[in-house]
């Protein structure tokens, strides 16, 4: 063997060996963060407990083949026809400009009034239309891959921030503006959370409902079983409710999706715009008695 090829096979070895040492930093990693995030979101839950519950996470977008992809967009055009038809669109009501705290507060009663008129004058059409969204298997969400630290977590920031609560099963929505986006769970009982029904009788509850008035453009909705979550399968939708016009806040919003089961998480990405149907973003299974020898599947 040459002076040149003992260099690049030294290299290659070296490569390989430094490659191994950032996968187990990774790994690392990625098991402090899911220890930081059970200690500091679900603390009272016992360790042999977690380990007997499986979560198996649905199939997104991501993983289809092309004539899956080619199935769920018309899919997809068939539930944006839907919403159409059935009129589920909230008109805007009020222009953008700065208000003084009387005409923020008056603003702000009649925002909620408008939302409880169209509640009740809507609430069958709604129904159906997230019946056929319940439909679909697949999740729109884009994984993230690379979690972030509990301490520089912006979401974790904006639930401390509001008073989220947390629990065994956890899931929280955030955005950048000031639209109202409403998430839509599907329980395994057959109920749904979602801003008419913040309590379902399974335990699940919407702690945390924002921007139906435009205060924040840093919102993040929670909805949280603080104590035992029923096993099966969720279905977890967001639905562009309003688009308000202020400061600039256009009519399609990016989003993102936190899954959190017994401190581990899940992160999803994703974009909707006004007037579109409700997305199925993601999909989970969550599973009992399952023997502590099985390694749990990742959310």
């Not at 030294?10 to 996968?23: D, E, H, P, T, Y």
């Not at 400009?97 to 009387?102: A, M, R, S």
């Not at 199925?280 to 990742?298: G, I, Q, R, W, Y």
Request: aromatic share 8%; glycine share 8%.
């Amino acid at each position: 063997m040459s002076a040149l090829q003992t260099l690049a096979f030294s290299f290659g070895i070296g490569a390989v060996l430094l490659a191994g040492v950032f996968r187990m930093l990774r790994r690392r990693k990625a098991q402090a963060l899911v220890e930081a995030r059970r200690a500091k979101y679900a603390p009272r839950f016992d360790h042999q407990r977690r380990r007997r519950t499986q979560t198996v996470r649905g199939r997104h977008t991501e993983d289809l083949d092309e004539i899956e992809i080619v199935a769920y967009e018309n899919r997809d055009i068939a539930r944006n026809q839907n919403i159409q038809f059935l009129r589920l669109l909230v008109a805007d009501l009020f222009e953008e400009g700065e208000l003084d705290e009387i005409e923020e507060e008056q603003q702000r009663e009649d925002l909620v009034t408008e939302r409880s008129a169209w509640i009740q004058e809507n609430e069958d059409g709604l129904g159906e239309h997230a019946a056929l969204v319940q439909e679909e298997e697949i999740g729109s969400g884009v994984s993230i891959m690379v979690p972030m630290a509990p301490e520089e977590d912006d979401i974790e920031e904006r639930l401390e921030r509001e008073g989220g609560k947390t629990g065994e099963v956890q899931l929280s929505l955030a955005w950048d503006d000031y639209n109202d986006l409403d998430m839509h769970v599907f329980c395994p009982s057959g109920e749904r959370i979602y801003f008419n029904n913040k309590k379902s009788q399974c335990g699940g509850e919407l702690d945390v409902d924002m921007n139906v008035r435009p205060v924040s453009n840093n919102p993040v909705e929670n909805v949280v079983w603080t104590g035992q979550a029923p096993p099966g399968k969720y279905k977890i939708g967001v639905h562009f409710y309003k688009h308000h016009r202020k400061r600039r806040t256009k009519r399609t919003t990016s989003f993102r999706l936190r899954v959190m089961v017994h401190g581990e998480s899940r992160d999803y990405a994703g974009i909707i715009t006004a007037g579109n149907a409700m997305q199925m973003v993601t999909t989970f299974t969550l599973k009992e008695n399952v023997p502590l020898s099985d390694k749990a599947n990742p959310l």
